[in-house]
């Protein structure tokens, strides 16, 4: 009970603390990412919370005769390893272990200690959805796809009302441009949350990027869930305007490369932050024989909610060809790059695509 009352208070302080917050990125709709990372934590936080509290808190200490100094997180992963010597088959101790290591930024890690806990727990709802999140923030891209997206269908045919389950699964839906049927898993998220708050006007902000990223129209039934959750003193969805980010990328291929232009290439033309994740902020995918090509980048061609060029000063500017039309660079792809520039760049950015992909 104490560890359950700890959750829920967590979460309760977390609603306090991200509301001003929240409130600001509703007035700046352009910073969707500040939306999409208190989402997450809201739905995500209290449970990791719980185990992190059995790891590095102290119960004694309500003793004030046998208080002692709490672990420090290194200390706790030291002594759930040496438990784990002692009995390796305890699920509880290897989710412990991937909690501890996944709030220490440590993904693969955390992604293998909850590998071991589920060889005990395969059904478990929670270690699946913990399995993929810390599976997809140790790729390079941090895409849910593969085991991590198969994973987290399983954990909702376990429990079809998983919160951070649904929305993991929604960002896998988006990221995969999968927009309708990121629509529909977020809807469904939506209607197991209270419409009034903070996190329903988070997710349903979600749900508005991917319908105009799809360029989609909500059914009757999805746009009342929507309705009941933007319209408790919510924004209306940002409309396209002089202050939103428009980078104009011209593309060329350079002469002494086109006999190594395959006639079914595929064209990626995109922005990343020079110090973020790899992941892009914003991608077009063209055929090869649009080259010489211009395209325009904007908020709308973001890949995951909340990583877009509004989310950043600076961006590299790249276009690369695949032979394969694969989204990750494979040896012998073509690319060209330029920059940092900065988002708030008026003026044409110019790259040759002159550099064969080594690897």
Not at 10 to 20: I, Y
Not at 209 to 234: C, F, M, N, P, Y
Not at 286 to 296: D, E, K, M, R
Not at 303 to 310: D, E, K, T
């Amino acid at each position: 009970m104490f560890l359950t009352a700890s959750g829920l208070m967590v979460a309760l302080a977390l609603a306090l603390v991200l509301w001003p917050l929240l409130r600001q990125a509703g007035r700046q709709t352009r910073r969707r990412g500040l939306i999409a990372l208190a989402v997450l934590f809201i739905l995500g936080l209290p449970l990791a919370s719980t185990g992190l509290y059995e790891m590095v808190g102290n119960p004694a200490a309500l003793n004030p005769a046998a208080a002692e100094q709490p672990l420090t997180l290194d200390q706790a992963i030291t002594k759930i390893k040496a438990q784990l010597g002692h009995d390796s088959a305890d699920p509880n101790l290897w989710t412990l272990l991937g909690q501890a290591y996944g709030a220490k930024n440590e993904p693969a890690l955390a992604a293998s200690a909850f590998e071991h806990a589920l060889k005990y727990r395969p059904d478990d709802a929670d270690l699946l959805v913990a399995w993929a999140q810390a599976d997809s923030l140790a790729q390079p891209q941090h895409m849910i796809v593969g085991e991590a997206r198969t994973r987290l269908e399983r954990a909702l045919a376990v429990d079809p009302t998983h919160q951070r389950g649904l929305w993991l699964l929604g960002i896998s839906d988006f990221q995969l441009q999968h927009y309708s049927e990121a629509i529909a898993t977020w809807t469904r998220l939506l209607k197991l949350l209270p419409p009034d708050s903070d996190v329903a006007r988070g997710v349903a902000k979600q749900v508005e990027l991917a319908a105009a990223r799809g360029s989609l129209k909500l059914s009757h039934a999805q746009a009342q869930v929507l309705s009941a959750a933007t319209a408790a003193g919510a924004p209306p969805p940002a409309t396209a305007g002089s202050s939103a980010p428009r980078l104009i990328v011209k593309v060329s291929l350079a002469p002494q490369l086109t006999a190594r232009l395959a006639a079914d290439s595929v064209l990626f033309v995109y922005a990343r932050n020079p110090s973020g994740p790899s992941i892009p902020l914003a991608v077009a995918r063209l055929p090869a024989s649009a080259l010489p090509a211009t395209v325009t980048l904007t908020d709308a061609m973001s890949m995951a909610p909340g990583m877009n060029l509004s989310s950043a000063q600076q961006v590299i500017v790249g276009a690369r060809l695949s032979a394969q039309g694969q989204a990750l660079a494979q040896a012998g792809d073509l690319e060209g790059s330029a920059g940092p520039v900065a988002v708030s760049r008026t003026q044409p950015i110019s790259i040759v695509i002159d550099k064969v992909v080594r690897q």
